[in-house]
């Protein structure tokens, strides 16, 4: 049986505040960042996993990765679900390291890479990717990836069980359907802060000649300039191609409410992240007062717990699963459950480094075996950054291509890890540039 | 003018495993650790400040700390409130290490370590402690330290100023009362879960004869073991003292709800984190349900932003802020302000390392210049660890006494740093033990 013999961590960080690429009302010059993890086995493939931040602080991440080692390093490597399940808990169970969160931040963003290489490793063995290797699991099988602490009062083992089994209809028609189409997209790539009316004119045309149905804005900074850009993004696009805006945390509640009605008039979609993620009374108070637009949040959503709360409280319309932000893929696959019980489409966080190639996985595997839906879910889409990876995203016509190769779609180049590792690689040192 | 010329960090841990103090459901083996920070002045005094952790991770901590070195060293010492707020503003939004938080876990006990040492840089320089410091400022510039982002919708600017002016009378004669006669604490030192019954009976009888109106237990391992642990308790106490109950989030809403019935014929004061500190609809299921016992917690609510919810949910009939969990002396006096507004007392969470010797100071500020009240208030003491202190909590009476020192009494001495420095401290290395 082989075993998990080493792991390595990187600090790996793109110089993405040079351009304005990734600008917005909170975030003015991100570096895109991967804190990167190597489960190098003993036989067979190694697996690959990151957390992703936005430049400073990598390396604090990076050593909540490092803390982790002595939890991973020697056990075999996994090979099916209920191995799996036992390495998240065992990680998310340290009660020790669990006092740095508990479940959230730094320290629970460390688990996620952690168990999202697992996955990578266990789907590499499985020769799958890992859409396919979770939809070709029991339900029985992915009810025991969850953990379902805090989380009964809202769904129950029996409960998730029972959405689970519903979807065991259509399951391979579906799975070829996927093949074949692909999954929606949608992007955010004409409507960062930074870019000037004409940009935002000119890519908002070149999102919908490209064939995207919707587009997303970021907004927050300065009203009259959201009305001005919305204006114009409307006029470009026109009436059938919906347009979310995204404030990035900027707001109180109150402005919040009074913001989105001053932008009523150019009927955007949704509303992301118009408070604190930490904020469901919030989030609930908002969404009363500014519906039909709808309410999105979740990139910055710790984990289960405030998305079991989002839902109870009927806050969001769409739920924002990110793949590097929470405990890896069995926490995402408790929030998959969850948003299926309460009837909320999934439309994953994506862009940063990396987050497009993870999350098609998660909303593939969605659509085949548990919400067995497509309405209203799409996958946001960043052209940004996947040169670097061995298993690129693909989007065309407007749809994530379904990837075919084994793993999670986390592995970086040899040589983006040896030019862009911080603070040594020639990309920051200045050599060979 | 003096500056900050340098900052230190160190990884302190204590074997306190080795024994059963600080046993807990969730924590059966902490080791109480400080991420301690010095920020060295080129003049005068120093000030000290720390995260507390319980082993495991006090590295990933450190180097948290670590990561805002650039934002604090070279700035002029901070000799006023609009300097202090300055700091805390600046440290809150680097917006690239906001993204690890934001404002929460690893990242945010970072914040609050390097604001509490500025704090107590502050106030030494000030030759005051800092209660009486915070207590001697205006009401506009206890208003201004505060970062209302996020908490409008509860509580505004204007509202924090009228209650701190509704609390001007009468606050030298508070601040007299408390010089003479401290501040009511309650025990935590009877109930570890690993103790005996005689250990536990034994004790509790001590708290009573040493003057202490109320105990606490820890609860949630095995629900016929607590029943017999709070009948045993009750006895040796009698029905004229409170004694609290903590099951430190062991539980989901529904049996949270159903032990604490099963517990309720022994008269429990109140149960304190009964569920995941993230679920603020949980606390509110469970208060409903079991009132009249009161919902407590705190000592893991990572935020303002989840304390302004707990409020408004009516979830919280105690409110327990802790020093270094959030973002330091500002963020607890947002809380403060919070918990007068909605008139819910606040007995902060104490215990571990330091964490005595800190909170002291901001409760004798809440009775001096905030609540102004001191009815149904206390703050936890566990009697260990003090000796490492240059000014420990003591407690007489069953009532902490007013530190007189100037600073936070953060300090630790010099020969418990070299001791306890992991992992090369002899401590730990087994050198000249």
Redesign the interface.
């Given at each position: 049986m082989p075993h998990i013999v080493g792991m390595d961590v990187l600090d790996v960080r793109f110089p993405t505040s040079r351009e304005l690429d990734g600008s917005d009302a909170?975030?003015?010059?991100?570096?895109y960042s991967a804190a990167y993890v190597v489960l190098h086995a003993d036989e067979g493939p190694d697996g690959y996993g990151f957390a992703f931040?936005?430049?400073?602080?990598n390396?604090?991440?990076a050593?909540?990765i490092r803390?982790l080692e002595s939890h991973v390093v020697g056990l075999p490597v996994p090979q099916d679900a209920a191995a799996l399940a036992s390495l998240s808990q065992q990680l998310v169970g340290?009660?020790?390291?669990?006092?740095?969160?508990?479940?959230?931040?730094?320290?629970?963003?460390a688990v996620g890479a952690v168990v999202n290489a697992a996955w990578d490793l266990a789907a590499r063995r499985a020769d799958k990717p890992v859409w396919q290797f979770l939809s070709d699991m029991t339900p029985e099988e992915i009810v025991g990836l969850v953990d379902f602490?805090?989380?009964?009062?809202a769904i129950t083992p029996d409960e998730a069980y029972e959405i689970l089994n519903n979807a065991q209809a259509g399951k391979a028609e579906r799975a070829n359907e996927i093949l074949a189409n692909g999954y929606r997209a949608y992007t955010t790539s004409p409507g960062w802060l930074g870019y000037s009316d004409d940009k935002l004119v000119r890519l908002s045309k070149q999102a919908v000649a490209d064939g995207f149905d919707m587009i997303k804005l970021k907004v927050g900074g300065d009203l009259d300039d959201d009305i001005r850009r919305l204006r114009l993004a409307r006029q470009a696009v026109g009436d059938d191609i919906r347009i979310a805006v995204d404030a990035n945390?900027r707001w109180?509640?109150?402005i919040a409410v009074e913001w989105m009605r001053a932008l009523a008039p150019f009927n955007p979609y949704w509303i992301e992240e118009p408070?604190?993620?930490?904020?469901?009374?919030?989030h609930q108070?908002i969404a009363e007062q500014i519906a039909p637009i709808k309410v999105a949040t979740g990139e910055?959503v710790?984990?289960r717990?405030?998305f079991?709360?989002m839902l109870?409280?009927k806050a969001l319309g769409v739920l924002q699963l990110d793949a590097a932000r929470v405990g890896g893929v069995n926490e995402n696959v408790a929030i998959l459950l969850l948003a299926a019980k309460f009837g909320v489409p999934v439309c994953p966080h994506a862009g940063g480094v990396g987050l497009c190639e993870l999350v098609r996985h998660l909303s593939m595997f969605d659509y085949v075996a548990v919400s067995a839906s497509k309405a209203d879910r799409a996958i946001e889409w960043v052209d940004h950054l996947h040169e670097h990876f061995t298993d690129p995203a693909i989007v065309r016509g407007g749809h994530y291509l379904a990837p075919r190769k084994p793993g999670f779609s986390a592995r970086m180049h040899d040589a983006t890890l040896r030019r862009y590792r911080f603070p040594d690689g020639p990309e920051w040192t200045g050599e060979n540039s």
């Open positions: 909170m975030n003015p010059d991100p570096d931040t936005i430049g400073r602080g390396d604090v991440q050593a909540a803390a340290d009660s020790q390291l669990r006092w740095l969160g508990p479940e959230k931040g730094v320290a629970h963003m602490r805090y989380l009964t009062d945390q109180d509640v109150g408070t604190s993620p930490d904020d469901i009374l919030g108070a910055h710790q984990n717990v405030v079991k709360q109870q409280a």
